[in-house]
């Protein structure tokens, strides 16, 4: 008996297993944080990748946002392009069933900061990008075992705001190289701007100045502000370089014309003063760095600002008073027939690029020509005359004339200069139509309005007067129907990038 009670004791008071169901709890409680760990672990990962994608197709839409043939449908495609919705380029197995949303609007804010609706087709500045996706999880749904209600996936959605492209980025010296020969005091059909093509060229400058950035970020709005974006301007015949400031200031005289010059491609810039002949308006203006750059051109300091009236830029852009052409001209057409010749004009800007990117490290290079490229001037000196009447072809010579502009303007691009080419008034007929020194070489029998197409860097830096009189005659399919004007704009947008910004500024 006694060893029953014994026994019995030991059994009640034996503590060994007590652990047992504690164990089961906490299996259940370390798979729980295990789970919750490796599933959070993972929705986090995944929710990182859907970001990233978010972003990507909101700055692809913000590019497209600013191109000439921007529409809201064809905004939507190139965000949806750059997402992880079937098949865009980011698409991942890890973020299955995506689904993508997109709006566009016009933010009051970022117009504040020079980045205007009117710069889009569609009237919008900016556009917002939210992507859905449900991913499963793995460990938490195994707590179901234990009767745990756990959850069997999550829901992640991420969004993205982004401008239109038009916010700055990287500092540019731009070279604007504009014919003022004499088919440049024709008067321009355009019902969008009234007076000679000269006059509307000069609206165009006027707009491109507007869009440019002036100061750097740190100093915009202040009275002397730190130089961002500068300008030059180049036009063609040459004139005297004593005489350029007629140009760039309002006396109303024109300066003096010479024969076409033929500056050595690549030669140290350094710019002509005396008699010599010069391509440079903006050379020894006041305010131009040595190289003849200007960036005093803003009277604010900021982007979109009213120009200065004063600034020898502004006023050869024909922006001196609000009396132009009364009493403030500007760029002038010249006179005495030289007829149109590029190369030199391409191979002074490009030189004095490069001298200007070198005072401003980190800087990109822009040329800008506008002209009807119709190259058959037989008024051109050279240090070797007998070459000028080579049937070669090679710069300086009087034959084939625009192919050697096609070769100025490759020499400047592969210099890492863009180029940018506005066809104005541009014939699409070659020999008799235009172009007629063009005789011989690989593109004999060339157009004026195919050798400006092959000038411009790449095909969407190619434009034309598509609104005017010359409209389904030499066209831009990646810049159709656009005014001067617009023209300008959309080349500033070049300039820029699209960004991402906060949902307080959408």
């Avoid at 839409?61 to 190139?78: D, F, I, P, R, W």
């Avoid at 500092?171 to 000679?196: F, P």
């Avoid at 014309?257 to 140290?268: H, K, Q, R």
Wanted: proline share 4%.
């Amino acid at each position: 008996m006694d060893g029953v009670r014994g026994f019995s004791a030991r059994v009640i008071t034996d503590e060994r297993g007590q652990a047992l169901p504690w164990m089961v709890l906490l299996i259940v409680l370390f798979l729980g944080i295990t789970g919750l760990t490796v599933d959070l672990g993972h929705a986090y990962v995944c929710y990182r990748e859907l970001q990233y994608s978010t972003d990507a197709a909101a700055l692809a839409g913000g590019y497209n946002l600013a191109l000439s043939t921007a529409t809201t449908a064809s905004v939507k495609a190139a965000a949806t392009a750059y997402s992880s919705v079937s098949p865009g380029v980011n698409l991942n197995s890890g973020l299955p069933g995506a689904t993508i949303s997109i709006a566009l609007t016009c933010s009051s804010v970022l117009s504040g900061e020079g980045v205007l609706c009117s710069g889009s087709p569609t009237g919008d500045n900016v556009l917002a990008v939210t992507q859905t996706t449900t991913i499963p999880t793995y460990f938490i749904r195994a707590l179901s075992f234990f009767g745990v209600k756990s959850a069997t996936s999550m829901t992640l959605s991420a969004t993205s705001y982004a401008s239109m492209r038009g916010s700055v980025n990287s500092q540019y010296n731009v070279a604007l190289v504009v014919d003022t020969t004499g088919s440049m005091g024709g008067n321009d059909a355009d019902g969008n701007c009234s007076g000679t093509r000269l006059d509307c060229a000069q609206e165009g400058m006027q707009t491109l100045l507007q869009a440019l950035t002036p100061c750097t970020a740190s100093t915009a709005g202040q009275t002397n502000c730190a130089a961002f974006d500068s300008v030059g301007v180049f036009t063609f015949p040459n004139i005297q370089a004593s005489t350029a400031s007629d140009d760039t200031t309002c006396t109303n005289n024109n300066p003096t014309t010479l024969d076409y010059s033929t500056p050595v491609p690549g030669a140290t810039w350094s710019t002509p003063t005396g008699s010599a002949a010069t391509y440079e308006v903006t050379g020894g203006a006041t305010g131009a760095t040595a190289n003849g750059f200007m960036s005093n051109y803003s009277s604010t300091g900021t982007t979109g600002g009213t120009l200065n009236p004063n600034s020898g830029l502004a006023i050869a852009a024909g922006a001196g008073t609000a009396t132009k052409k009364t009493s403030c001209n500007g760029l002038e057409v010249t006179t005495n027939g030289r007829g149109t010749y590029l190369p030199g004009a391409i191979y002074a800007a490009q030189s004095a690029l490069a001298a200007e990117q070198t005072l401003n490290p980190g800087s990109l290079n822009a040329m800008i020509v506008l002209s009807d490229g119709d190259a058959e001037s037989t008024q051109i000196t050279a240090t070797s005359p007998e070459k000028l009447n080579s049937p070669v072809g090679t710069y300086p010579s009087t034959t084939d004339e625009c192919q050697q502009a096609v070769t100025a303007a490759q020499y400047a691009t592969n210099a890492g200069t863009t180029v940018f080419v506005v066809a104005y008034g541009a014939s699409v007929t070659g020999g008799n139509g235009g172009c007629t020194t063009d005789t011989t070489g690989t593109l004999k029998g060339l157009s004026p309005c195919t050798e400006l197409q092959d000038m411009a860097t790449a095909s969407a830096d190619f434009f034309s007067d598509a609104t005017t009189a010359n409209k389904g005659a030499c066209t831009s399919a990646k810049n159709p129907d656009l005014t001067l004007p617009q023209v300008f704009k959309q080349v500033a947008t070049n300039f820029t990038v699209a960004r991402l910004i906060s949902p307080s500024a959408y």
